[in-house]
Every structure is written in structure tokens, then in C-alpha cells.
């Protein structure tokens, strides 16, 4: 199978299971959608399962954003850029359904949430070694707190208005939580306004197109 192919595929099984869910999704119409055979899909992708679980894999893929002066900015970098992405690409809003709705099968494993915090903490680590955080600050604590009020919030947005405000709300979430993290002299210094998100990944795709 051509990596055109399998991207193809994913494609169609990603605007599937965000349009129905994964229990709902089948088969037929994601090789429909994808203009494939049932043998071409098998060849790699052995089942639905298999599927949704090549979409989840893809959400949890490059997350790197461009180096900031801040490891804080970067974890808002981050958060807002995923944000931006469940707006615009199918395989992040996809993979967000599948892995935040209750389905037939265990989809933990491969859940984006775990890594998604280690990254934070990452950063966050890196903020305190750098004096950024308060003395109070715990890395873990404060990186699952991030993760589990982005889910919340994706949730929320996704229920009341189709994810429209996300990145707002997104915006909203860290003016709160930043003045209980970081150190005051750092307030005015972050930048977390809506449009982030949309700013980060467009440097994102300028570079992507220059090959740097």
C-alpha cells in the first residue's frame, strides 16, 4: 500500500467517525468514501478497530511547535494549536470523538490524553527550572489540570455551539489558570489570545513549505 493510499484511507475513516462515532461507522462507507477496495484496506488496516486506531495515532503525532522564549508560551503554543486543528482537521476532530466518547471497545491504550500531559510537564518542568512557575507549582499536577480542562472544554464547545468558540474558550481557560501557575512578572508577557492557535500553525505551514 502507497502512503498515499493509507492517508487516503485514514482520510475517509476519519470524516466517517467524527460524522458517526465509532460504533455507528462502518466499513463499507469508509471504502466508499476512500475510493479503495475491501483488499487494499486489509492490507493494512485489518479491521474498524485497526482504523480507529490508526486515526488516534495520528492525533498523538507531531505536536512540536516553534521554540518560544517562554517554556510556558510553548505549552500554550501547543494547547492552542490543537485547538486551531480541531476547527480545520478532520483527523484531530476524529480522533478527539473517538477518544472522548464512550464506544464498544477500550481505546485507552492509545488515548492522546497520557501523552499530551507528559509533554506538558515536560515544559512545565522546564518552566520551573527557568523560575517561571510559583514555588507551589507542581508539574504533574498542574499538566494533568491543563489536559483534562482542554478535553473539558473541547466537550463543551463541541455540545453548544459545534466547536465554534473553541479557541476562545481555550483563551479563556488559560487567562484563568495562568495567574495560579506562573510567576505575576510573566502575565503580561504570554500571549494566549484566540487567534494563537491560527498564528502558530500558520508559521507551522510556512516552514513546512520551505523545507526548514
Not at 38 to 43: E, I, N, P
Not at 45 to 52: C, G, I, M, V, Y
Not at 125 to 133: F, S
Not at 166 to 174: A, H, K, L, Q, T
Request: proline content about 5%.
Amino acid at each position: 500500500m502507497t502512503a498515499g493510499t493509507r492517508a487516503a484511507i485514514l482520510a475517509a475513516a476519519a470524516s466517517v467517525f467524527e460524522r458517526y462515532g465509532y460504533d455507528a461507522a462502518t466499513v463499507t462507507e469508509i471504502m466508499a468514501r476512500s475510493g479503495t477496495t475491501k483488499g487494499a484496506l486489509h492490507s493494512h488496516f485489518s479491521s474498524k478497530e485497526e482504523l480507529a486506531r490508526g486515526v488516534l495515532r495520528e492525533l498523538t503525532g507531531d505536536l512540536a511547535v516553534e521554540p518560544a522564549d517562554s517554556p510556558v508560551q510553548e505549552l500554550i503554543d501547543m494547547t492552542m494549536a490543537v485547538a486551531y486543528r480541531s476547527l480545520h482537521d478532520p483527523i484531530v476532530r476524529a480522533g478527539l470523538r473517538l477518544a472522548l466518547e464512550p464506544a464498544s471497545v477500550d481505546f485507552s491504550e492509545v488515548s492522546p490524553f497520557p501523552a499530551w500531559a507528559g509533554l506538558s510537564e515536560d515544559l512545565l518542568l522546564r518552566a520551573g527550572e527557568r523560575g517561571e512557575l510559583l514555588p507551589y507549582a507542581v508539574p504533574r499536577e498542574t499538566a494533568e489540570l491543563v489536559v483534562s480542562a482542554w478535553a473539558g472544554i473541547q466537550l463543551y464547545a463541541r455540545a453548544v455551539t459545534g466547536r465554534r468558540d473553541v479557541e476562545r474558550r481555550m483563551s479563556v481557560m488559560w487567562a484563568h489558570l495562568l495567574p495560579s501557575v506562573v510567576m505575576p512578572r510573566l502575565l503580561l508577557e504570554l500571549d494566549v489570545a484566540p487567534d494563537r492557535g491560527a498564528r502558530v500553525e500558520a508559521v507551522r505551514a510556512l516552514r513546512s513549505s520551505s523545507g526548514s
